[in-house]
């Protein structure tokens, strides 16, 4: 366990409600964290029950409460973004950890940087690294995907977007990793406190030398008139990188794992093309993978229970998609009428990066699919599910028939395998598992 468990259960929290649960670590030995969650809500757990494990806190289960908790900020207040508060870092990251009115001034500093023409320029791009990406792993016949995919297009987008040195993806990759799925608690306060040495000294560089990157706006910035002070930079700069460099690559770990096990649904994609769409928005819906956290702001009763002033209460976002009434949400359907899922947030925190994920999403839906249609995990694979404030899959190995650099793609129907089914894939020796 992380954190210390809390000794004594507080005197509002009925012995009824209370289970021996550590949102850190999650059964998921496919390497699905979606349907774990899922499994535990349908495990006979009460809808909203308390944990004396990492300090003691609530936890939401329900698909209606999760969606009313993020909604209401005016109950549950941002301030605190883990479990248990002596995990939440100091100053606080800006403005992940504000709540209406003051998180309004701080979003909107970082709002023009996600519009759709900015975006897109992105996704000229992450379209342009991807292909290059693949193309030289293509030949391989197996990869390493979150190293050698996942944690490359997204990362070198953001870095890119806020002009850091390419050469300092993997420190702060690392520097992430700690803060997100820490060993001990030390690790992640250390890492906050590199996190804040690294993008300060980006900032004095970009003060005194701005460009036309987030950084250098964000540097010369004002609120009410006045600059932003440090405290205030060191936390936007934070929940950039944090945001930025993490929850794609884990979300498309997600993905990946799914359609090397589902030929049906990757020739579906390559076979109607019209699909991309409907794909993303169910992906997102199926693999949302954050575990957010709210502080109660004032007593109040949620769904005929009691949570007191000050209360922590997590929310995983995947159970505020998968609605209890009877239909089957753990199938992946590419024709599911769209649904309002929680993946991104909801209300005012909702995720400034949703379009730009998006768009990621998509380039490498079709830029993958283009050019190794057919992949599968090897046999040997044991995939963990690591748990933080966003869960993924730390190692995916894939295999698949070698595919030559020249050779034609089979997207959009310009090659289509549906008469002759889907090839064998050949599991090469143990070399393959890198």
């Excluded at 993490?246 to 109607?272: C, K």
């Excluded at 595919?403 to 393959?432: Q, W, Y």
Aim: aromatic share 6%; with cysteine.
């Amino acid at each position: 366990m992380l954190y210390p468990s809390r000794k004594i259960l507080p005197d509002h929290v009925p012995p009824e409600l209370v289970v021996d649960y550590d949102t850190f670590s999650v059964d998921a030995p496919d390497g699905d964290f979606a349907a774990a969650m899922v499994r535990l809500r349908d495990s006979g757990v009460p809808a909203l029950f308390w944990t004396q494990r990492n300090g003691g806190h609530w936890v939401a289960t329900g698909s209606s409460q999760v969606r009313q908790i993020l909604e209401d900020a005016a109950n549950f207040s941002s301030r605190a973004m883990r479990v248990p508060k002596s995990a939440n870092p100091v100053p606080p990251i800006i403005p992940l950890m504000l709540d209406p009115p003051e998180h309004h001034k701080y979003r909107r500093l970082i709002g023009p940087a996600m519009t759709p023409k900015k975006v897109q320029q992105l996704e000229d791009r992450a379209r342009i690294l991807s292909v290059d990406l693949i193309e030289t792993i293509a030949p391989l016949g197996r990869c390493e995907f979150i190293c050698d995919f996942a944690q490359q297009m997204p990362i070198a987008i953001f870095m890119g977007m806020l002009d850091l040195p390419a050469g300092d993806r993997d420190h702060i990759m690392a520097v992430v990793d700690r803060i997100i799925r820490p060993d001990v608690p030390e690790t992640r306060m250390r890492g906050f406190e590199e996190l804040a040495d690294y993008t300060m000294a980006k900032v004095r560089e970009r003060r005194a030398s701005p460009g036309e990157d987030l950084v250098s706006q964000l540097a010369l910035a004002q609120i009410d008139g006045e600059l932003l002070d440090d405290a205030a930079l060191q936390g936007l700069m934070s929940v950039l990188l944090l945001a930025g460099l993490d929850t794609v690559a884990g979300m498309l770990g997600f993905i990946v794992r799914f359609l090397a096990t589902s030929p049906a649904h990757r020739r579906q994609l390559r076979e109607e093309p019209a699909l991309i769409s409907s794909a993303i928005e169910e992906f997102l819906r199926r693999m949302a993978m954050v575990n957010l956290t709210r502080e109660v702001e004032r007593d109040v009763v949620l769904d005929g229970v009691l949570l007191k002033r000050g209360d922590l209460v997590v929310v995983s976002t995947p159970l505020g998609n998968f609605p209890q009434d009877g239909q089957d949400w753990l199938a992946v359907d590419f024709h599911r009428p769209r649904i309002a899922h929680t993946t991104f947030g909801a209300g005012p925190h909702f995720c400034l990066g949703a379009m730009l994920a998006r768009a990621e999403i998509r380039i490498f839906l079709e830029e993958w699919l283009s050019r190794i249609p057919d992949f599968e995990i090897p046999e040997s694979a044991e995939l963990k599910v690591q748990v933080g404030a966003a869960a993924m899959i730390p190692q995916l190995p894939l295999i698949w028939s070698p595919i030559e650099k020249d050779a034609p793609t089979v997207f959009a129907g310009t090659i289509s395998n549906s008469s002759a089914g889907l090839p064998t894939m050949r599991h090469p020796s143990s070399s393959a598992e890198r």
